[in-house]
């Protein structure tokens, strides 16, 4: 006689984290203009049928722009990003959020404005990169 074990290992939930709800809330309430502006041409899947969240959490870490289905993340950088402590600590999550899957690209905030087209350009350009 053959016994079956299983075992039900918890998978670890690393989106939407409850306990960041009401600060990813208040981000969403508060978008920097950059976000706002780039947030009109992503939602509403206007971006090739593509869903996008804004500010969710993955682990501890709240991303500006999400797309589960490209695993896709999108940051959008302001003048505080260019001091030391700031690289160094973008560099750090960037390597994590690799780590886990996703892809994470990064625009500062003058080219949303100034180059809409081509930042969305190269959001399509890393569409299916992933499969």
């Given at each position: 006689?053959?016994?079956?074990?299983?075992?039900?290992?918890?998978?670890?939930?690393?989106?939407?984290?409850?306990?960041?709800?009401?600060?990813?809330?208040?981000?969403?309430?508060?978008?920097?203009?950059?976000?706002?502006?780039?947030?009109?041409?992503?939602?509403?899947?206007?971006?090739?049928?593509?869903?996008?969240?804004?500010?969710?959490?993955i682990e501890y870490y709240i991303?500006?722009?999400?797309?589960a289905s490209e695993k896709l993340i999108i940051e959008l950088d302001g003048e505080i990003h260019n001091h030391p402590e700031a690289i160094e600590k973008d560099t750090i999550r960037t390597a994590?959020?690799?780590?886990?899957?996703?892809t994470v690209i990064r625009f500062e905030n003058k080219m949303v404005f100034d180059h809409l087209p081509s930042v969305l350009s190269e959001i399509q350009d890393h569409f299916n990169l992933q499969k």
């Amino acid at each position: 006689m053959v016994f079956l074990v299983c075992l039900c290992i918890k998978k670890k939930q690393i989106h939407t984290k409850k306990e960041l709800q009401d600060y990813r809330r208040e981000l969403r309430k508060n978008m920097t203009p950059a976000e706002a502006f780039l947030w009109k041409h992503l939602k509403s899947k206007q971006l090739e049928g593509r869903r996008f969240q804004r500010q969710h959490s993955i682990e501890y870490y709240i991303v500006d722009f999400y797309c589960a289905s490209e695993k896709l993340i999108i940051e959008l950088d302001g003048e505080i990003h260019n001091h030391p402590e700031a690289i160094e600590k973008d560099t750090i999550r960037t390597a994590r959020l690799n780590a886990l899957g996703f892809t994470v690209i990064r625009f500062e905030n003058k080219m949303v404005f100034d180059h809409l087209p081509s930042v969305l350009s190269e959001i399509q350009d890393h569409f299916n990169l992933q499969k």
